[in-house]
């Protein structure tokens, strides 16, 4: 990654301009051309570093309902309970962490007594007891990273 | 809501294509003008059914290798206090009020990011100071097992 990729990463989660020729206003911006653009977007891609480009929807509005849920997991079958819930399609992000809670995810569904079924699933398949932590207030979602002296690598 | 609206946003949750006009195609797929479908982007934008309409980043891949989650027992009275405040890091990407089940303190819930363990360490003594939790958790990402972007419809 070099500053050009850098400025990259910053304006592209940006505001994206909705409008016929959002990657030339983009590259306008950052001062390249098109083609570079979008070159450099499918290599930065490819290394992991941009997941996607597109919409996050607010599962809420959409009727849908989230929960962080929580489990201790006997650390010989963590791998294989993380496998198992990881198949739900629902789940969207599932951490081993540093704590007697060591296994962490999120779940969404379309509604809370689905979620509620799937999790029963999980803890019968699984013979674990899951805590379920769903929000009561959102201070703040946001999944812009601030590139500002981030590491040059090249 | 429509089914052609389900069509849409399943569209979109996915990646815009990487050509000059990107709208044209979609709107090509989804059997809209473009300029028709750039309106219903734009309006589904200002309700907030899109919350961000932009990249995402693998964080890890982009230089934050330090992840922790901090949960906190703040009082009730102070949790919007709380919140405000802790949402005003820009190291803290999430932070939730949640519901505290049987015997679990926690109520306050923040993902913290930084590139070092001092940049995290420093957000967390300084809202600790603020707000003097009874007690707090600091809990660390040790492996990824999924993470992802949810698939509606």
């Not at chain 1, 850098?6 to 950052?30: D, G, H, M, N, T």
């Not at chain 1, 070159?39 to 992991?48: A, M, Q, S, V």
């Not at chain 2, 519901?99 to 360490?121: A, K, L």
Request: net charge negative; with cysteine.
């Amino acid at each position: 990654m070099d500053k050009v990729d850098r400025k990259i990463l910053e304006v592209a989660q940006q505001e994206f301009p909705l409008q016929v020729r959002p990657w030339a206003e983009i590259a306008a911006e950052i001062g390249i051309s098109e083609t570079e653009l979008l070159d450099r977007i499918r290599k930065l891609k490819e290394l992991g570093v941009i997941r996607r480009i597109g919409a996050v929807f607010d599962s809420r509005k959409l009727g849908f309902y989230s929960t962080l849920c929580a489990a201790k997991v006997d650390p010989k079958k963590l791998e294989e309970v993380a496998a198992y819930i990881n198949t739900f399609p629902g789940v969207t992000h599932n951490y081993e962490r540093d704590d007697e809670y060591n296994l962490w995810f999120t779940l969404t569904a379309s509604s809370s007594a689905e979620a509620e079924r799937q999790l029963r699933d999980i803890e019968e398949n699984c013979g674990i007891k899951i805590m379920r932590l769903p929000a009561r207030k959102v201070y703040k979602i946001e999944v812009v990273f601030n590139m500002d002296g981030a590491e040059d690598n090249g | 809501m429509d089914s052609w609206v389900e069509t849409l946003i399943k569209r979109l949750q996915g990646d815009i294509p990487l050509v000059t006009e990107p709208f044209a195609e979609i709107a090509q797929e989804t059997g809209r003008s473009q300029q028709e479908l750039i309106g219903i982007i734009t309006r589904l934008k200002q309700d907030g059914v899109i919350r961000r309409f932009g990249a995402i980043l693998g964080h890890r891949q982009a230089g934050f290798a330090h992840n922790v989650l901090v949960m906190w027992e703040i009082p009730e009275n102070m949790v919007d206090e709380a919140g405000k405040y802790m949402a005003s890091f820009r190291e803290i990407s999430h932070c939730y009020l949640r519901e505290t089940p049987d015997h679990w303190p926690y109520n306050m819930y923040t993902m913290i990011h930084g590139r070092s363990e001092e940049d995290v360490n420093k957000v967390v003594a300084d809202i600790a100071a603020r707000f003097e939790p009874s007690r707090y958790r600091l809990v660390r990402s040790v492996r990824e097992f999924k993470k992802t972007s949810m698939t509606y419809y």
